[in-house]
Nanobody
Framework: QVHLVESGGGLVQAGGSLRLSCAASGRTARNYAMAWFRQAPGKEREFAAVISWNGGYSYFADSVKGRFTISRDNDKSTVYLQMNDLKSEDTAVYYC?????????????????????WGQGTQVTVSS
């Protein structure tokens, strides 16, 4: 069992930056690939970024590539999403997700059903 808690959301002006954190609890938390998804009002939840259990692999959605970075600190069981050059279209609730299957995540990182655990989300609002 893995419990995920996101933090770091808030209100920021367009062009600004935020860093989200996802703290994972559970004895095997460091073995999970970790991802960030987001859901804007009236839209489906969409994939943003993923990182493998050891940080050796990462992948980003085209919409955030070049602006967002993902990292993890397994000693702290925490994954980070650094968001730079934020745009109004980045406004959403951001969710952290964990997957024990590295192969399925590499093959299809954007499929929600490939993730076993989800956090409750943190709101990010970008004002223009």
């Amino acid at each position: 069992q893995v419990h995920l808690v996101e933090s770091g959301g808030g209100l920021v002006q367009a062009g600004g930056s935020l860093r989200l954190s996802c703290a994972a609890s559970g004895r095997t938390a460091r073995n999970y690939a970790m991802a960030w998804f987001r859901q804007a009002p009236g839209k489906e939840r969409e994939f943003a970024a993923v990182i493998s259990w050891n940080g050796g692999y990462s992948y980003f959605a085209d919409s955030v590539k070049g602006r967002f970075t993902i990292s993890r600190d397994n000693d702290k069981s925490t994954v980070y999403l650094q968001m730079n050059d934020l745009k109004s279209e980045d406004t959403a609730v951001y969710y952290c997700a964990a997957s024990l299957s590295h192969s399925t995540v590499v093959q299809s990182p954007d499929r929600r059903e490939n993730y076993d655990y989800w956090g409750q989300g943190t709101q990010v609002t970008v004002s223009s």
